[in-house]
Protein backbone atom coordinates (compact mmCIF):
# COMPACT_ATOMS: atom_id res chain seq x y z
CA UNK A 1 0.00 0.00 0.00
CA UNK A 2 1.07 3.62 -0.73
CA UNK A 3 0.71 6.65 1.11
CA UNK A 4 -2.23 8.40 -0.44
CA UNK A 5 -4.08 4.78 0.40
CA UNK A 6 -3.25 5.09 3.76
CA UNK A 7 -4.62 8.71 4.19
CA UNK A 8 -7.82 8.02 2.27
CA UNK A 9 -8.44 5.19 4.70
CA UNK A 10 -7.44 6.90 7.67
CA UNK A 11 -9.54 10.20 6.81
CA UNK A 12 -12.39 8.03 5.26
CA UNK A 13 -14.93 9.69 8.20
CA UNK A 14 -13.68 13.59 7.06
CA UNK A 15 -14.84 12.85 3.40
CA UNK A 16 -18.12 11.34 3.91
CA UNK A 17 -19.55 14.88 5.89
CA UNK A 18 -20.52 15.87 2.38
CA UNK A 19 -23.08 14.59 0.67
CA UNK A 20 -25.20 15.23 -2.57
CA UNK A 21 -28.09 17.44 -2.82
CA UNK A 22 -30.26 15.10 -4.55
CA UNK A 23 -33.55 17.61 -4.62
CA UNK A 24 -30.78 20.76 -5.43
CA UNK A 25 -29.42 18.59 -8.27
CA UNK A 26 -32.99 17.26 -9.70
CA UNK A 27 -33.93 21.07 -9.73
CA UNK A 28 -30.89 22.03 -11.61
CA UNK A 29 -31.13 19.32 -14.56
CA UNK A 30 -34.97 20.23 -14.79
CA UNK A 31 -34.47 24.03 -15.16
CA UNK A 32 -31.28 22.89 -17.80
CA UNK A 33 -34.22 20.39 -19.48
CA UNK A 34 -37.00 23.18 -19.93
CA UNK A 35 -34.67 26.10 -21.25
CA UNK A 36 -35.91 26.75 -24.91
CA UNK A 37 -33.78 25.98 -27.50
CA UNK A 38 -32.82 28.51 -29.86
CA UNK A 39 -34.30 28.57 -33.26
CA UNK A 40 -31.85 27.91 -35.85
CA UNK A 41 -32.85 27.27 -39.83
CA UNK A 42 -29.81 25.74 -41.62
CA UNK A 43 -28.24 27.55 -44.10
CA UNK A 44 -29.74 25.53 -46.96
CA UNK A 45 -33.08 25.64 -45.53
CA UNK A 46 -33.37 29.20 -46.28
CA UNK A 47 -35.55 30.08 -49.42
CA UNK A 48 -33.51 32.75 -51.23
CA UNK A 49 -30.54 30.40 -51.07
CA UNK A 50 -32.51 27.83 -52.12
CA UNK A 51 -33.13 29.76 -55.50
CA UNK A 52 -29.88 31.15 -55.91
CA UNK A 53 -28.59 27.66 -55.80
CA UNK A 54 -31.35 26.39 -58.55
CA UNK A 55 -30.80 29.15 -60.78
CA UNK A 56 -26.73 28.30 -60.34
CA UNK A 57 -27.34 24.70 -60.50
CA UNK A 58 -29.33 25.13 -63.83
CA UNK A 59 -27.11 27.72 -65.51
CA UNK A 60 -24.14 24.86 -64.87
CA UNK A 61 -25.75 22.32 -66.51
CA UNK A 62 -27.10 24.47 -69.42
CA UNK A 63 -23.78 25.70 -70.35
CA UNK A 64 -22.08 22.74 -69.85
CA UNK A 65 -24.68 21.28 -71.88
CA UNK A 66 -24.54 23.96 -74.68
CA UNK A 67 -20.51 23.51 -74.40
CA UNK A 68 -20.34 20.13 -75.02
CA UNK A 69 -23.66 20.30 -78.24
CA UNK A 70 -22.18 22.96 -80.04
CA UNK A 71 -18.62 22.11 -79.80
CA UNK A 72 -18.07 25.85 -78.44
CA UNK A 73 -14.92 26.51 -77.13
CA UNK A 74 -12.56 24.54 -78.84
CA UNK A 75 -10.14 26.27 -80.75
CA UNK A 76 -8.99 23.05 -82.38
CA UNK A 77 -11.23 21.95 -85.18
CA UNK A 78 -12.57 18.06 -84.19
CA UNK A 79 -11.18 15.50 -86.45
CA UNK A 80 -13.17 11.98 -87.13
CA UNK A 81 -9.98 10.16 -87.73
CA UNK A 82 -6.49 10.14 -86.75
CA UNK A 83 -5.54 9.91 -90.65
CA UNK A 84 -7.86 13.16 -91.46
CA UNK A 85 -5.38 14.80 -88.60
CA UNK A 86 -2.47 13.33 -90.12
CA UNK A 87 -3.15 14.86 -93.37
CA UNK A 88 -4.57 18.03 -92.08
CA UNK A 89 -1.30 18.75 -90.38
CA UNK A 90 1.35 17.65 -93.23
CA UNK A 91 -0.87 20.18 -95.88
CA UNK A 92 -1.39 22.68 -93.61
CA UNK A 93 2.25 23.12 -92.85
CA UNK A 94 3.16 22.84 -96.49
CA UNK A 95 0.38 25.16 -97.69
CA UNK A 96 1.38 27.83 -94.99
CA UNK A 97 4.83 27.35 -96.55
CA UNK A 98 4.45 28.07 -100.02
CA UNK A 99 1.62 31.01 -98.96
CA UNK A 100 4.54 32.57 -97.12
CA UNK A 101 6.73 32.23 -100.23
CA UNK A 102 4.24 34.27 -102.37
CA UNK A 103 3.49 37.03 -100.15
CA UNK A 104 7.05 37.50 -99.66
CA UNK A 105 8.21 37.48 -103.13
CA UNK A 106 9.13 41.17 -104.18
CA UNK A 107 8.48 40.18 -107.78
CA UNK A 108 4.42 40.17 -107.37
CA UNK A 109 2.75 43.08 -107.20
CA UNK A 110 0.39 43.72 -104.08
CA UNK A 111 -2.87 43.24 -106.62
CA UNK A 112 -1.59 39.56 -107.66
CA UNK A 113 -0.79 38.70 -103.80
CA UNK A 114 -4.55 39.60 -103.50
CA UNK A 115 -5.79 37.94 -106.34
CA UNK A 116 -3.90 34.81 -105.75
CA UNK A 117 -4.75 34.87 -101.67
CA UNK A 118 -8.44 35.35 -102.59
CA UNK A 119 -8.35 32.11 -104.46
CA UNK A 120 -6.53 30.36 -101.80
CA UNK A 121 -9.53 31.41 -99.26
CA UNK A 122 -12.12 29.49 -101.67
CA UNK A 123 -10.09 26.55 -101.85
CA UNK A 124 -9.98 27.47 -97.82
CA UNK A 125 -13.67 27.34 -97.76
CA UNK A 126 -13.80 24.57 -99.79
CA UNK A 127 -12.02 22.66 -97.51
CA UNK A 128 -14.31 23.55 -94.30
CA UNK A 129 -17.38 22.02 -96.66
CA UNK A 130 -15.19 19.14 -97.09
CA UNK A 131 -14.34 19.06 -93.38
CA UNK A 132 -17.71 18.96 -92.23
CA UNK A 133 -18.86 16.70 -94.65
CA UNK A 134 -16.32 14.16 -93.34
CA UNK A 135 -17.85 14.86 -89.70
CA UNK A 136 -21.50 13.08 -91.12
CA UNK A 137 -19.67 10.46 -93.28
CA UNK A 138 -17.50 8.80 -90.51
CA UNK A 139 -15.65 6.05 -93.10
CA UNK A 140 -16.56 7.93 -96.35
CA UNK A 141 -13.12 7.37 -98.62
CA UNK A 142 -13.74 9.75 -101.15
CA UNK A 143 -14.72 12.69 -98.76
CA UNK A 144 -11.23 12.00 -97.76
CA UNK A 145 -9.61 11.80 -101.24
CA UNK A 146 -11.53 15.20 -102.12
CA UNK A 147 -10.00 16.71 -99.33
CA UNK A 148 -6.45 15.62 -100.14
CA UNK A 149 -6.86 17.04 -103.85
CA UNK A 150 -8.11 20.19 -102.16
CA UNK A 151 -4.48 20.34 -100.48
CA UNK A 152 -2.66 18.95 -104.01
CA UNK A 153 -5.08 21.71 -105.97
CA UNK A 154 -3.46 24.21 -103.51
CA UNK A 155 0.10 23.24 -103.32
CA UNK A 156 -0.01 22.33 -107.07
CA UNK A 157 -1.34 26.46 -107.72
CA UNK A 158 1.61 28.28 -104.76
CA UNK A 159 3.92 26.17 -106.89
CA UNK A 160 2.64 27.29 -110.49
CA UNK A 161 2.72 30.57 -109.61
CA UNK A 162 5.83 30.23 -108.14
CA UNK A 163 7.99 28.87 -111.29
CA UNK A 164 5.75 31.48 -113.18
CA UNK A 165 7.50 34.23 -111.17
CA UNK A 166 11.23 32.03 -111.49
CA UNK A 167 11.17 32.00 -115.25
CA UNK A 168 10.16 35.48 -115.49
CA UNK A 169 13.42 36.56 -113.61
CA UNK A 170 15.66 34.06 -115.92
CA UNK A 171 17.58 36.01 -118.44
CA UNK A 172 16.94 35.41 -122.10
CA UNK A 173 20.19 33.63 -122.56
CA UNK A 174 18.71 32.50 -126.39
CA UNK A 175 20.81 34.75 -128.35
CA UNK A 176 21.62 32.83 -130.99
CA UNK A 177 24.37 33.29 -133.83
CA UNK A 178 24.08 34.77 -137.20
CA UNK A 179 26.76 34.46 -139.71
Request: hydrophobic share 40%.
Amino acid sequence: MDNFEKHIRKNATRFDTHKADRAKLWANISAALEQPEPKVIPLWKRPMLRIAASVVLLLGIAGFIGLSVMGVGTSEPQYVSRELLDIDRHYQGLVAYQVQLVQNNPNLTANDKAEFLSFMDELDAEYEVLRKEMHKNLDNERVLEAIVANYKKRIELIENLLQQINDAKQPDEDYGYTL
